[in-house]
């Protein structure tokens, strides 16, 4: 990735440039893959926590003076604000706002209210369907109360988004969290009493000391909570964090590869028996309540990204905003761009992109419209390393579809290793 000096003087003059943001005429439209885009969607990231979770590599910070946060969620109102006036912006219609983190639930209600009246004001959401546009916010179980959700719901919030991670005490004390297992049945409870009905609820598996029984019980306390969707994520150890040295040192009691692809297996045949659909590798839903933002992500469609180490997605062109909040404020307050880096991503790779993450999703991706899109088709473009995976059944060609198979699920990550 080329740092953003190198790119172009400026923000405005890179997005301003014809060769990204021009409108194409008749003959370039038809051959863009702009031309097939949908709705875009915002990403607003909040990054300060409680405490630093021993396995989390997000952008996010412990023990942030109050001071800073709100300093930091004016800046935040700044950026979108000025975001929604860009060209790009207007010419888009958006179908989705998403306020994750860090711990967005941790800093001011009211300047959290004001931030997200903002956003729905100054950017065009239309409706594309009865639930749109689709407001998420994450919230820790013991950061919330009722006030603080009704305060949000008010606002225009009509998903949450809760960090559950584990039913099991004994598990969240592992993994350093800073919530029970209480906090979390209550959160939901809490939710429900203010009228949420679109609550989705994270879960971990693969987890230091982790067996099948303990991932069982926690997957049905879940489901009899009954949120419309699910998040079920496998842990994965990242760079540069604690878990990752105690890897390196072999203090980490990690479930074997079997094991965890069993685990994986139980939450499929579970959450399928009470009615929520794998609509992709890590996600549950009942019907009509896929997340809309996400499901964007994997069809590698446009957004915005606000607020430090956020990154946007305009059409091909990646841009990442400064990572450390008191310099974001400091660009934002002195009415400088708080871009960092930039990549222009060429047709080939936003092709392999699109192959990639819409794999993810179990209807897989369109033949079709990659090629109407990018002029390539898998097959073209992959040649005998598409062949011998389909020889191998882990992927499969179904109604002008490419996608994984049951087998490929839980292999995926070995898949899409052989595609990048």
Same mark, same amino acid.
């Not at 990403?43 to 926590?49: D, M, R, T």
């Not at 023990?63 to 888009?92: C, E, F, G």
């Not at 990690?254 to 965890?260: A, C, I, M, V």
């Given at each position: #990735?080329?740092? =953003? ?9 890179? =997005? ?56 930091? #969620? ?8 000025? #975001?929604?006036?860009?060209? =790009?912006?207007?010419? +888009? ?65 009509? +998903? ?16 350093? +969290? ?33 067996? +099948? ?84 992500? =994997? ?76 002029? #390539? ?44």
């Amino acid at each position: #990735m080329e740092q =953003w000096p190198a790119l172009a003087k400026s923000a405005a003059e890179c =997005w301003a440039s014809k060769m990204v943001f021009s409108k194409p005429n008749k003959k370039q439209q038809q051959l863009s893959p702009e031309t097939f885009e949908g709705h875009a969607g915002i990403y607003a990231h909040i990054p300060f926590c409680q405490a630093k979770c021993p396995y989390c590599s997000f952008v996010s910070y412990q023990d942030v003076d109050t001071n800073i946060k709100n300093r930091y #969620m004016q800046a935040l109102l700044q950026q979108a604000q000025d #975001m929604a006036k860009h060209p =790009w912006s207007r010419t +888009r219609k958006f179908h989705s706002l998403y306020i994750g983190g860090g711990t967005p639930s941790t800093v001011d209600i009211s300047l959290m209210a004001d931030f997200i009246a903002a956003c729905l004001d100054a950017f065009d959401f239309t409706a594309v369907s009865p639930k749109s546009p689709e407001v998420t916010m994450e919230v820790n179980p013991n950061t919330v109360n009722k006030a603080m959700l009704k305060r949000f719901r008010q606002a225009g919030v009509n +998903r949450l988004s809760i960090g559950t991670q584990s039913f099991s005490d004994a598990m969240l004390k592992v993994i350093g +969290r800073k919530h029970s297992a209480q906090d979390c049945i209550q959160a939901v409870k809490l939710a429900r009493d203010v009228g949420f009905t679109n609550i989705s609820l994270d879960l971990m598996f693969g987890l230091p000391g982790q067996d +099948r029984e303990n991932w069982q019980n926690s997957l049905e306390t879940a489901v009899e909570l009954a949120p419309e969707h699910l998040s079920v994520y496998e842990l994965t150890i990242e760079q540069s964090t604690p878990f990752a040295d105690q890897v390196r040192l072999g203090r980490l009691d990690l479930p074997n590869e079997d094991l965890s692809l069993s685990m994986f297996e139980l939450a499929r045949e579970i959450l399928s028996a009470r009615g929520y659909e794998q609509y992709e590798i890590s996600n549950y839903a009942r019907n009509g309540f896929q997340s809309v933002h996400n499901v964007n992500y =994997w069809e590698n469609g446009s957004y915005v990204g606000l607020g430090s180490g956020a990154v946007s997605c305009f059409s091909g062109v990646r841009i990442q905003s400064e990572k450390n909040p008191e310099r974001f404020i400091t660009m934002i307050t002195g009415q400088q761009k708080p871009l960092k880096e930039a990549e222009f991503l060429p047709i080939d790779a936003r092709f392999r992109e699109s192959v990639i993450m819409g794999l993810r999703m179990t209807a897989g991706v369109s033949i079709s419209l990659l090629e109407k899109q990018y002029g #390539m088709t898998p097959e073209k473009h992959y040649g005998e390393i598409l062949e011998l995976l389909l020889n191998q059944e882990l992927l499969e060609e179904k109604h002008n579809r490419l996608r994984l198979t049951k087998a490929g699920m839980l292999l995926a990550n070995r898949v899409m290793a052989q595609l990048v």
